[in-house]
Antibody, heavy 119, light 110 residues
Framework: QVQLVESGGGLVKPGGSLRLSCAAS????????MSWIRQAPGKGLEWVSY????????YYADSVKGRFTISRDNAKNSLFLQMNTLRGEDSAVYYC????????????WGQGTLVTVSS | QSVLTQPPSVSAAPGQKVIISCSGS????????VSWYQQLPGTAPRLLIY???KRPSGIPDRFSASKSGTSATLGIIGLQTGDEADYYC???????????FGTGTKVTVL
């Protein structure tokens, strides 16, 4: 069965950096686009980034463009999100997701990892 | 501020039906597939509907969806207490070059 397990969340000061990881299993990781989606406490879902199966293409929400970098290691079935220059409004649960084979939807989600940006 | 608008909440008695709307525009819903997600309290979202009206395996046929013009709808029949959750629509927005989620709708079973 498909499993996605995020790690790397925690408390960081404004302006700081954090790197999130997502370990994937139960499917051929290198065949799928992957996504990061976040949810601030008590708020709705916000798409953050996509990466294509071979890392050729990356897409970012305007709110994180230039500060966040998505990457993947297909040999290790792992997805990453490097987050720099963090702001308070980046505080959220970050979900790793597998992008559906036929579109931009996320068909499997991890359990999420909490990032808190605060001094 | 989301480009997809949903009602904040809907409610109905057990066994009844609810319909959740998702209003967008030409740059998103009209020209792209719509998906729907269910988020039970304290859990990660899960995919309910993809490509406007398709259900992944394991999703009961009590859930259905459609799209027309700049709007999409999700319907739940035979409402159960276990359906109490937040529901989000989502689609690609061609103008923004971004995936966008709806504002979310809380379903309450009375």
């Amino acid at each position: 069965q498909v499993q996605l397990v995020e790690s790397g969340g925690g408390l960081v000061k404004p302006g700081g950096s954090l790197r999130l990881s997502c370990a994937a299993s139960g499917f051929t990781f290198s065949d799928y686009y992957m996504s990061w989606i976040r949810q601030a406490p008590g708020k709705g879902l916000e798409w953050v980034s996509y990466i294509s199966s071979t890392s050729t293409y990356t897409y970012y929400a305007d709110s994180v463009k230039g500060r966040f970098t998505i990457s993947r290691d297909n040999a290790k079935n792992s997805l990453f999100l490097q987050m720099n220059t963090l702001r308070g409004e980046d505080s959220a649960v970050y979900y790793c997701g597998r992008v559906g084979a036929s579109g931009w939807y996320t068909d499997y989600w991890g359990q999420g990892t909490l990032v808190t940006v605060s001094s | 501020q989301s480009v997809l608008t949903q009602p904040p909440s809907v409610s109905a008695a057990p066994g009844q039906k609810v319909i959740i709307s998702c209003s967008g525009s030409n740059s998103n819903i009209v020209n792209n597939y719509v998906s729907w997600y269910q988020q039970l309290p304290g859990t990660a979202p899960r995919l309910l509907i993809y490509e406007n009206d398709k259900r992944p395996s394991g999703i009961p046929d009590r859930f259905s969806a459609s799209k027309s013009g700049t709007s999409a709808t999700l319907g739940i029949i035979g409402l159960q207490t276990g359906d109490e959750a937040d529901y989000y629509c989502g689609t690609w927005d061609t103008r923004l070059s971004a995936y966008v989620f709806g504002t979310g709708t809380k379903v309450t079973v009375l």
